[in-house]
């Protein structure tokens, strides 16, 4: 009882979500605290599921013609003047360089808080004519907003990891063309690699991307109620092809200004899937993400130490695919590594001992339901694999439970603020004006999360918090 109490979560999930979620972050190992407020430590294990999640995005990309690039991390102000609609949705939030050393810099380098000011007069040297049309840029870095509101590791951090997009077309078809493919890139990825079902839609006048004409968001629902927005893609239409300077001469020998798009994902994603799919035990990592799929455990005793040892490492090996770990410590019981490696999530634990050496067989534990199954050693390949589909289909169904439950249809402001008290999300009939919004954020303590693409309205219906004609539908929550 001792050994679990110290690798052990204290806090429940559905009574302390916030606790239970800083205590899953650190003993799990995904992150650690550091010197810098606001700013973590990634740690091998999450930032290997980031490479994963890399990796994967990587691939989808390069198929649709996107090239990875890299620009500086430091933008120089004045490029900042040259977009003052961008300038006001990051000036609060943008770190500057001032000096050197003990010497002042003449101009201020703002830390990139993203990279459009300082990648677009790039753009607009590299592109002459149609021909150079499209310009498919990528960049993964990592990027600086000194948030004010109280940071939460991977949810709301001060330096994060995230890719860019930035897309120049030559026409508007073009560049609409691709936010439906890139939307689409983010909903199959979220559900099918992180078990994550979602909320899609547009943004708000209010809440879209400063400088964007629109934008579109993927947004989740966490177990305390409150929503946050995953990755997004940004619809710029020409507004920083005028404000770079970015043109083209088109097939009639005639100047244009093109379209252009940014969308990106980020480590935030890491934070989502925990809060989801962790349990009070811990961690939980859906099978497809997971660095390791699977830890191989063997249960010691001095007489058959070595014959089981043999064993585990013959399993191992048959599994090697799959990344799966052999736990061979002889220092921790098996039951304390039991309890270790599903604080950490792994999907699939692998359990041999004398007697299952004899019948040949080993014992495979599900980490997203605890169910134990017995396998033959010569079948333990074709077992797993199946295994591991069943969790990552588990976990998705699971989650769309969840979610489905926290959406509530909403007629009024008085409804949408029980609702919202309740930890839950209201949807409703909107008119979409900024003012509207500012006054249900006022009288409710929610915003807008998105409008559904093509919602459904009645005829005539009319808005449900300020009684105008109505013209989305749309969900409303706390957020992060």
């Not at 399993?315 to 599903?342: I, P």
């Amino acid at each position: 009882m001792g050994e679990k109490n110290k690798v052990g979560i204290r806090f429940s999930k559905e009574k302390n979500f916030s606790e239970w979620y800083q205590e899953v972050i650190l003993k799990s190992e995904l992150a650690d605290y550091t010197a810098v407020s606001g700013c973590i430590a990634f740690r091998p294990l999450s930032y290997a599921i980031w490479e994963n999640i890399k990796c994967e995005i990587d691939k989808s990309l390069r198929k649709m013609g996107v090239k990875n690039v890299y620009f500086p991390l430091f933008i120089p102000e004045k490029n900042f003047d040259k977009m003052k609609e961008h300038v006001e949705g990051f000036s609060p939030e943008v770190a500057w360089v001032t000096e050197v050393g003990n010497k002042k810099l003449s101009e201020r380098l703002a830390v990139r808080p993203t990279s459009e000011t300082i990648m677009y007069p790039s753009y607009a040297k590299w592109i002459r004519s149609w021909k150079d049309l499209p310009m498919k840029y990528n960049q993964w870095n990592n990027v600086v907003r000194w948030e004010f509101k109280h940071p939460v590791p991977f949810l709301r951090t001060r330096e994060f990891l995230w890719n860019e997009g930035h897309t120049v077309f030559a026409t508007r078809n073009e560049a609409e063309k691709e936010m439906g493919d890139i939307i689409s890139l983010w909903d199959d990825f979220t559900r099918d690699y992180l078990a994550l079902p979602s909320i899609i839609g547009q943004k708000s006048e209010k809440e879209k991307f400063a400088g964007a004409e629109y934008s579109w968001s993927v947004e989740f629902i966490l177990p305390n109620g409150k929503a946050i927005q995953g990755p997004d893609a940004h619809f710029d239409g020409q507004k920083f092809a005028k404000a770079f300077d970015i043109t083209f001469l088109d097939k009639n020998e005639k100047r244009q200004y093109p379209f252009q798009n940014t969308w990106a994902i980020s480590t935030r994603m890491i934070g989502i899937m925990t809060a989801i799919h962790g349990d009070d035990k811990g961690l939980v990592i859906p099978p497809k993400i997971a660095p390791n799929k699977g830890v191989v455990i063997p249960i010691l005793f001095k007489k058959d130490k070595e014959k089981v040892l043999r064993a585990a490492r013959n399993v191992g090996k048959k599994l090697k695919k799959y990344n799966v770990l052999l736990d061979d410590r002889e220092d921790y019981s098996a039951g304390w590594k039991f309890n270790e490696w599903e604080l950490k999530g792994v999907p699939i634990r692998i359990e041999i001992g004398p007697k299952d050496v004899s019948s040949k067989k080993v014992v495979l534990v599900r980490r997203d339901t605890g169910e134990k199954n017995i396998v033959g050693i010569s079948n333990v390949v074709n077992e797993f694999r199946k295994l591991l589909d069943k969790i990552q289909e588990n976990l998705y169904k699971r989650a769309k439970k969840d979610l489905a439950s926290r959406i509530v249809n909403v007629k009024s402001l008085s409804e949408l603020k029980k609702v919202v008290k309740n930890g839950k999300i209201g949807k409703a009939s909107w008119c979409g004006s900024v003012k509207c919004e500012e006054d249900i954020k006022d009288k409710t303590g929610s915003k807008s999360l998105n409008s559904e693409f093509g919602g459904k309205l009645k005829k005539d219906e009319k808005c449900f918090a300020c009684g105008d004609e109505s013209k989305f539908v749309t969900y409303f929550g706390r957020s992060y």
